[in-house]
């Protein structure tokens, strides 16, 4: 498929802020370094200079160096996130592990999650699903279907993000306990051009974009009523040995 | 707690605060540190220092880390190297084998690991 020009200007575009943001994660990865490595100083020093026992600040002191570990700990999870997730917009067509990416996207659609008070599951098939694609745009898409799920979702239910092989291809099978809307789903991706002109509540931008990406893309969507209640939305991506 | 066998360790990174904290806990670990802030100034403290291990950041302004590690391996190729990097991708630290060095560790560099990781390039040269 030959790129249009309107195309590899999104592709620079996305590029370059990819790259602006690895860069920014990198820098605070180097600060949360020195952070962690003075707190380490500390809880050294602390070890070394103080009678732990007729001291009586040392145990705080010690907890608070704890907390202060943890939270480097954890920053560099989220910042290893975002580090991925930039590098995701560097290239448009690369070797990659469908469940890598829906694992990564899934992490970061957990603080949506969490604020809507409704669960977000992985059930990732065992074998790796090895493909050649555009990653950042798998991530937008199953982000959008992750997000349209947590708009309908009433709360404490879940939503499931599973993985199989296909034959030929690899599917991403998103379930959520919302009331039906596979119709409404169906005409949102296949008149694309419409819903994105329509102002209407339940147009949904993003979506629109969406169906057009999947179009342009060769992938596939299913969309289904679950019984009693919920939804299933199925994306069939070509799958070939990356 | 901390004491055990005397290394001496080369710190190289650009990063002076991360130097200043990280040779202190090394000090502290009963080890002996030297420390570099630029590549440069690292091949000219080998040629100083008896060194053992160098610790090295990858991304450094000037010559990289990677550059540092092919000459530090160039003259000094029984001198380990254990490699710092602060991307979240593995691509240098690979490279960085392949070129000679021991291992990498991502940054922020948990102490025990490095300590570990340094205990065991003195162990593996010994054994060459």
Redesign the interface.
């Known amino acids: 498929m030959k790129a249009s020009t309107e195309d590899l200007i999104t592709a620079r575009h996305l590029a370059f802020v990819g790259r602006v943001t690895a860069s920014l994660s990198h820098e605070i990865k180097n600060t949360l370094a020195i952070i962690g490595e003075s707190s380490g100083l500390m809880g050294d020093l602390l070890d070394y200079t103080a009678p732990p026992a007729e001291w009586a600040p040392y145990p705080r002191l010690k907890t608070l160096l704890t907390t202060i570990a943890e939270q480097v700990e954890r920053s560099v999870v989220i910042l290893k996130r975002l580090n991925r997730f930039a590098h995701s917009m560097d290239e448009q067509l690369v070797a990659l592990d469908l469940n890598d990416l829906l694992m990564e996207i899934t992490n970061l659609a957990q603080r949506f999650a969490r604020l809507r008070e409704v669960g977000l599951e992985t059930r990732l098939c065992s074998e790796s699903l090895k493909m050649r694609s555009d990653p950042f745009r798998i991530q937008q898409a199953v982000f959008h279907f992750i997000e349209v799920s947590l708009k309908f979702s009433p709360k404490n239910t879940t939503i499931t993000v599973a993985s199989r092989r296909d034959k030929g291809a690899a599917q991403v099978i998103i379930t959520d306990e919302a009331p039906p809307r596979a119709g409404w789903l169906k005409k949102l991706i296949s008149t694309p051009q419409l819903t994105l002109a329509e102002t209407e509540e339940q147009s949904d931008p993003d979506l629109a974009v969406l169906g057009l990406i999947v179009a342009k893309l060769g992938w596939s969507i299913e969309a289904e009523d679950l019984h009693p209640q919920g939804n299933r939305v199925i994306v069939t991506f070509p799958l070939e040995n990356g | 707690?901390?004491k055990m066998e005397k290394f001496a360790i080369l710190l190289v990174d650009d990063?002076e605060?991360?130097v200043s904290?990280?040779s202190?806990?090394l000090l502290?670990?009963g080890m002996e540190v030297h420390t570099a802030t630029k590549g440069e100034d690292a091949l000219a403290m080998l040629q100083e220092k008896a060194t053992d291990v160098v610790v090295l950041d990858v991304?450094m302004p000037g010559m990289g880390g990677l550059e540092t590690l092919r000459r530090i391996k160039e003259t000094y190729p029984h001198i380990q190297v254990i490699l710092l990097t602060?991307?979240?991708?593995t691509k240098e630290g690979i490279e960085g084998m392949r070129l000679g060095a021991f291992d990498y560790l991502m940054?922020?560099?948990d102490?025990e690991e490095l300590i570990a990781k340094m205990k065991a390039s003195i162990k593996a040269i010994a054994k060459e």
Do not use: D, T, W
């Open positions: 707690m901390l990063k605060e991360f904290a990280l202190n806990r502290l670990h991304v602060g991307h979240a991708s940054k922020p560099v102490i």
